[in-house]
């Protein structure tokens, strides 16, 4: 099976192909960033969005989630499943969230691909 995840802005419309949407929207927002074109690509956005106890606790939920949903999905017969990761705008929080899980799963050794929808707009 393949896996993609895909990071969006819900401000752009939820992507049509995915297969599991979730939001990150509820994690702390890094205003100092919002006006800059900065995403994940730069380690402070990642470390400002992650030292919230909201992502914090929101990383091993989701990743149970996932670990949950991945065999049935697989024993469904689905080659390919899109997990869509959204936050507003889709340049800071749903990039650090979709990388962790792309991370995830390369760590399991699954096939995986990442797309980061909105991250220039």
């Not at 990743?63 to 959204?86: F, T, W």
Request: hydrophobic share 40%.
């Amino acid at each position: 099976m393949q896996i993609h995840c895909v990071s969006f802005g819900f401000k752009y419309g939820i992507p049509n192909e995915s297969d599991l949407v979730s939001m990150c929207g509820a994690c702390q927002i890094p205003f100092m960033w919002t006006s800059s074109k900065a995403t994940l690509l730069e380690a402070p956005v990642r470390d400002f969005v992650m030292k919230w106890p909201q992502a914090q606790g929101l990383v091993p939920k989701l990743m149970s989630l996932v670990d949950y949903l991945v065999p049935l999905y697989r024993n469904e017969g689905k080659s390919q499943l899109v997990i869509a990761v959204g936050c507003t705008g889709g340049r800071h929080r749903s990039v650090v969230f979709a990388e962790l899980l792309s991370e995830h799963f390369a760590q399991q050794g699954l096939r995986v691909s990442i797309q980061h929808r909105d991250i220039k707009k």
